[in-house]
Each structure stands twice: as C-alpha cells, then as structure tokens.
T-cell receptor, first 115, second 114 residues
Framework: AQSVTQLGSHVSVSEGALVLLRCNYSSSVPPYLFWYVQYPNQGLQLLLKYTSAATLVKGINGFEAEFKKSETSFHLTKPSAHMSDAAEYFCAVSDRGTGGFKTIFGAGTRLFVKA | DTAVSQTPKYLVTQMGNDKSIKCEQNLGHDTMYWYKQDSKKFLKIMFSYNNKELIINETVPNRFSPKSPDKAHLNLHINSLELGDSAVYFC?????????????FGSGTQLSVL
C-alpha cells in the first residue's frame, strides 16, 4: 500500500520568509501525489498535483512542489509567506486497491505565519 | 453554487442516538466519498461510491451505513452513536480516473456525541 509521511506537525515562519513543508512518500509504482490546504472550519482544497508530466509542479497561491524520485520526496515550497497562508497542509498519494482509487492523506502540517 | 454541499454543518447528539448526514454534488462526478477527520486533524477514508455502487469500505463499523440514491448524492447514516464517533465528517467527490482524482470537499459536518 502507498503512504505519505509529513515531517513536522507544526511549522512557523515569519511573513515574507520561505515556506518549506516536507513530505516523503512510499510507493511501489510511480505515484500520483497531491498537496491540499485546509483553512479553519473549511474542507480541503487542492493546491497542486504531480502526475509525472513534470517534476516541478506549480500550484495556486504561489506554491510549488518538486518531485524527487531519488529522495522519495514531494516537498511544498513558497518563496515568501503571507499571513493568509496560515492553514493546515496535507500531502496525499493516490492508491489503487482492489476496490478502486482512494486518496491517502498524511497527518498534516500546521503552518503558522508570524507578522 | 456550492459544488459539494453537506448538511448539517454541526450535529450535537447523545450517545445511542441515530443520525444522518446528507451530501450532494453538482459537479457531475461519478465518485463520492466519506472521510473522517479526528481531533488531531488526521483524515481517513471511510467509504467510496462510484455511480451509486459501493467500491471502498475501509473496515468501518456496520453502525455506519452509506446510501447513494443517485450519483449526485451520498448520505451517511450512523446508528447507536458512540463517544468515539465525535469528529468532523467530510463528503468529497472526484472524477473516476487515476491521476485525476482531484477531490472536491464539502465544508464538513462537526459531530459531537455527548
């Protein structure tokens, strides 16, 4: 079964600083990988997804992620944090089992942005 | 228009009661899901339906019974509620196509069992 591990349950950065949220995956086949964001009291929304077309994936709100097969990583970055980026971020992988496709989520990383 | 809508947003009830959560999507997707998010924000899939047919059941207690009257609706009924059922339940939908399972989530139902 495929899985993802997010390193760090909490990350705190200053406004304007680099955001780096770490995710490592475990997969026996080329994975489909995703980053989702959850703002308080809301459902998750997709930031970006990797489907093997390009290793550097650009998403919404200035976020991007780089797929590194040698490191089994898919870290999320943003050059300059904004206060509105404060949220919970989830890395996820698509897993195909006998019953169909399902998305497996990491434990989440809470991003705090300090003024 | 809200793409995935679920009701109610909040549900407070006593142990042992039976309750339902409704979900509707207007995106034309074939697949719908129920996810449970616990107090530590961990998100776990419960069920998946494709075109009204159950395709994934993640060993959820049989007190939980999903029902899909058509591919735009997926409801969740919970019998004999227990304290451990307290969580946020999210409905989601997606196209049925690996690599394109962009999930569209509802805003969640916060269930509190007292």
């Amino acid at each position: 079964a495929q899985s993802v591990t997010q390193l760090g349950s909490h990350v705190s950065v200053s406004e304007g600083a680099l955001v780096l949220l770490r995710c490592n995956y475990s997969s026996s086949v080329p994975p489909y990988l995703f980053w989702y964001v959850q703002y308080p009291n809301q459902g998750l929304q997709l930031l970006l997804k990797y489907t093997s077309a390009a290793t550097l994936v650009k998403g919404i709100n200035g976020f991007e992620a780089e797929f590194k097969k040698s490191e089994t990583s898919f870290h999320l970055t943003k050059p300059s944090a904004h206060m509105s980026d404060a949220a919970e971020y989830f890395c996820a992988v698509s897993d195909r089992g006998t019953g169909g496709f399902k998305t497996i989520f990491g434990a989440g990383t809470r991003l705090f942005v300090k003024a | 228009d809200t793409a995935v809508s679920q009701t109610p947003k909040y549900l407070v009830t006593q142990m042992g009661n039976d309750k339902s959560i409704k979900c509707e999507q207007n995106l034309g997707h074939d697949t719908m899901y129920w996810y449970k998010q616990d107090s530590k924000k961990f998100l776990k899939i419960m069920f998946s339906y494709n075109n009204k047919e159950l395709i994934i059941n993640e060993t959820v207690p049989n007190r939980f019974s999903p029902k899909s009257p058509d591919k735009a609706h997926l409801n969740l009924h919970i019998n004999s509620l227990e304290l451990g059922d307290s969580a946020v339940y999210f409905c989601a939908s997606s196209p049925y196509e690996q690599g394109n399972e962009k999930l569209f989530f509802g805003s969640g139902t916060q269930l509190s069992v007292l």
